[in-house]
């Protein structure tokens, strides 16, 4: 399985961050997979964002969860996060990861099973 990230590399303060995640070497509805997003925010260890499984459900952070969504499109074998209200604190590297089962909240990379390359994602006005 690979993954792609896309998505602009900065956003203005208080902007919706946008992100998408190209699969491919496997299908997002595959049984039992789960599409995690994680951050890594310099000098600081992992972040993770939320999850949506192979079934549609949706997990996220709960210190992010309000501002926060996970969207799939099927037909393109991909995934989105949009970050709402972003501020300074949101400059990190994003991966888009996944699994062959739901972890919930794990920050241990060997738990992971495929990691996408990361993307940069600079807030700032």
């Known amino acids: 399985v690979q993954l792609q990230e896309s998505g602009p590399g900065l956003v203005k303060p208080s902007q919706t961050l946008s992100l998408t995640c190209a699969v491919s070497?496997?299908?997002?509805?595959?049984?039992?997979?789960?599409w995690n997003w994680i951050r890594q925010s310099p000098g600081k260890g992992l972040e993770w964002m939320g999850v949506?499984?192979?079934?549609?459900?949706?997990y996220y952070s709960p210190s992010l969860k309000s501002r926060s969504s996970i969207s799939r499109d099927t037909s393109k074998n991909q995934f989105t996060l949009q970050l709402m209200s972003v501020t300074p604190e949101g400059t990190a590297m994003y991966y888009c990861v996944a699994s062959k089962r739901l972890i919930l909240g794990a920050t241990t990379k060997n738990l992971y099973d495929y990691w996408g390359q990361g993307t940069q994602v600079t807030v700032s006005s």
């Open positions: 949506i499984t192979w079934s549609g459900s949706t």
């Open positions: 070497g496997g299908s997002i509805t595959d049984n039992f997979f789960a």
